[in-house]
């Protein structure tokens, strides 16, 4: 039993036994102590005073008395108004460390048939172009987040929704047909997202020139965009697209191939996976189905010119349009269609989205109609809403050619990766095979943990020098540190040192904290749950490794000669390591065990 429970079922007793109040052990939630007091664990006694019609110090001082006499896992305790602060007894934390180490599973809840069923929704790539920085960021975030949810007990299924039509994607298929001259990825040796996203900045480029050309011959920015021969031609592209043509379904299908080529090479090398994926091609039309059924029944209505809307004012909104004049689907409908497959696919409880900041209206919208609709989940829908990624000199425009690409990004990163370790010496005595997996594995750490250890919600500017940096809140400290620990283990196993009984030891100062570290880890992985947050794993991970380094700084392992203590000690360092390594797969991050 974690040290928390412990204390929070001694407290639940206490409040029985001295005021007859019945609070359920997992009410009660022991809190690490803040720094400035004495103290291991905090308890608020603010919930009994009323019933114990008492002082609040007074109430504080009674069941402080009541563990001290009654648990011996408490030695002392003090109270600042209204904040019970409880000192572990030091060997006790010695059982503590135990039950961490006889934990196969630590951390982690596993789930079983009848565990919520959690869909998440992460990536939403277009396929006229490759993935970026920002939807780095958002795979991050959505396998992350999958993987903590997982870890709190929840069956979760990780899905994926392709934009594969739409005008943009015209754009791209009219730019290769009109000066692409039969290229493929290889001929040109590009990957396909790559050859593909060039055509939509060549379609761009050669769309600016037209309208350049027509306004010097007198012409507004909005009258050459009407007159606009190239878009038009994209235009009328997607209409054949719509009525099935086969020329320009096969030339679809043909270009989509090399893209999903190109993403599933960039997604492996990231890390990130999905067990389902949809297109936008299959659900526009089962969204749209899905808004003339709510038109039947009356929860839509169709305005004159045949466009069908949602009358959200009841809700504080406005009204939302749901199909065009002509009968053409938004997004809004794809969504709904997206979902309608998704709700006969699994028997979802919950459903999150990880999508942008730019689109909390359109989620809050989504919500009311999927409710509307009669999806159990929709009101509840979970938008995992995130800020942007920005560059130093400032936004991105993938039209422009603008972007950070991801694939470039990642090779950029391995190879300042690979430098930077070299200079220090972190890769002395490996062979090229190493060398090249540990590149791999701190170039891509360093640039998972950046991402993922801000608040989801707040914008990013990315700069990628300040990423890989063995000192600091880093990706590449944490790693080193793990490393460090496996290299200390490994000397420990060439020289017979097994780990023996410690319980008689009486831990010092950096020993309780770092195991304390340890029993927190547990109640941080449930919190990132709830709060839907991997910043909450990264910066523990962070302060564990920094307290792991002070203790090493300051106690002896190998060279301690009592055996007991040398045992507590290389315990210490194998269960720290085991939750490093747990806590940074959460975050899709590896580890190397040698640097």
């Known amino acids: 039993m974690s040290i928390d429970s412990i204390i929070a079922q001694a407290v639940s007793k206490a409040v029985k036994e001295l005021y007859g109040i019945d609070t359920p052990a997992e009410n009660i939630v022991p809190q690490a102590t803040r720094k400035e007091f004495e103290g291991n664990l905090t308890v608020v006694v603010f919930p009994w005073v009323k019933a114990a019609r008492k002082a609040l110090d007074a109430v504080g001082n009674e069941i402080g008395q009541w563990l001290e006499a009654n648990e011996d896992a408490v030695e002392k305790f003090n109270v600042v108004k209204g904040f019970l602060n409880i000192t572990v007894a030091p060997k006790f934390w010695n059982s503590v460390l135990s039950h961490i180490a006889d934990s196969p599973d630590y951390g982690l809840k596993a789930a079983d048939e009848n565990s919520p069923l959690v869909m998440v929704e992460y990536s939403s790539p277009n396929t006229n172009k490759p993935l970026h920085l920002g939807h780095i960021r958002n795979n991050l975030l959505g396998f992350s987040l999958s993987e903590i949810l997982k870890a709190c007990g929840n069956r979760v299924v990780k899905t994926n929704i392709v934009n594969d039509r739409g005008i943009h994607i015209c754009k791209s298929m009219l730019a290769w047909q009109k000066w692409g001259d039969g290229v493929t990825p290889e001929s040109a040796g590009k990957k396909g997202d790559h050859l593909i996203g060039d055509f939509y900045v060549l379609f761009d480029k050669h769309y600016k020139a037209e309208l350049k050309e027509l306004e010097d011959k007198g012409m507004s920015k909005e009258e050459a965009e009407a007159a606009s021969t190239l878009m038009k031609e994209a235009r009328t592209m997607l209409v054949k697209w719509e009525q099935k043509d086969p020329e320009i379904r096969s030339l679809w299908e043909k270009m989509n191939s ?20 949809y297109y936008e091609s299959e659900t526009y039309l089962e969204g749209k189905s899905k808004v003339l059924e709510g038109l039947e029944t009356g929860k839509m209505y169709r305005k004159e ?15 939302k349009l749901l199909l065009r004049s002509d009968g053409t689907s938004v997004y809004m409908t794809q969504d709904i269609g997206t979902a309608k497959l998704r709700f006969q696919d699994y028997p979802i409880d919950k459903m999150i989205y990880v999508v942008g900041n730019e689109q909390n209206y359109h989620f809050q919208v989504l919500s009311i ?26 936004k991105m425009k993938s039209r422009e050619g603008t972007v950070v690409d991801a694939d470039d990004l990642m090779d950029d990163m391995v190879s300042t990766a690979r430098s930077v370790s070299a200079e220090l010496g972190k890769l002395d005595g490996l062979n090229d095979e190493e060398i090249a997996k540990i590149s791999e594995m701190v170039g891509l750490g360093a640039l998972k943990y950046f991402l993922l250890k801000v608040d989801p919600r707040k914008n990013i500017t990315f700069n990628p020098k300040e990423t890989i940096d063995f000192n600091g809140n880093t990706g590449p400290f944490i790693q080193y540190t793990y490393a460090r620990i496996c290299s200390v283990l490994r000397k420990a196993d060439e020289e017979g040192m097994a780990i023996k009984n410690y319980s008689d030891v009486t831990p010092g100062e950096r020993e309780i904290t770092l195991i304390q570290a340890l029993a927190d880890f547990p109640s941080t992985v449930q919190a990132a749950g709830q709060s839907y947050s991997p910043a909450l794993i990264a910066n523990y991970i962070y302060d564990l490794v ?50």
């Open 305 to 319: 010119d045949g466009s069908v809307w949602a009358d959200l004012t009841g809700e504080g909104l406005d009204h």
């Open 258 to 277: 090399w893209v999903y080529a190109g993403f599933d090479e960039t997604y492996k090398r990231m890390g990130v996976d999905f067990d389902k994926i």
């Open 369 to 394: 109609l999927l409710d509307r609709l009669g999806f159990k989940w929709g009101k509840d829908l979970v938008h995992f809403s995130y800020g942007m990624v920005e560059l130093p000199e400032g």
């Open 546 to 595: 920094k307290s792991y380094n002070q203790f090493y700084h300051d106690c002896s392992i190998l060279k301690e000669t009592d055996a007991a203590v040398r045992s507590l000690r290389l315990e210490l360092s194998r269960q720290t390591a085991r939750v490093v390594k747990t806590g940074m797969a959460l975050l899709g991050i590896e580890v190397p065990e040698r640097m």
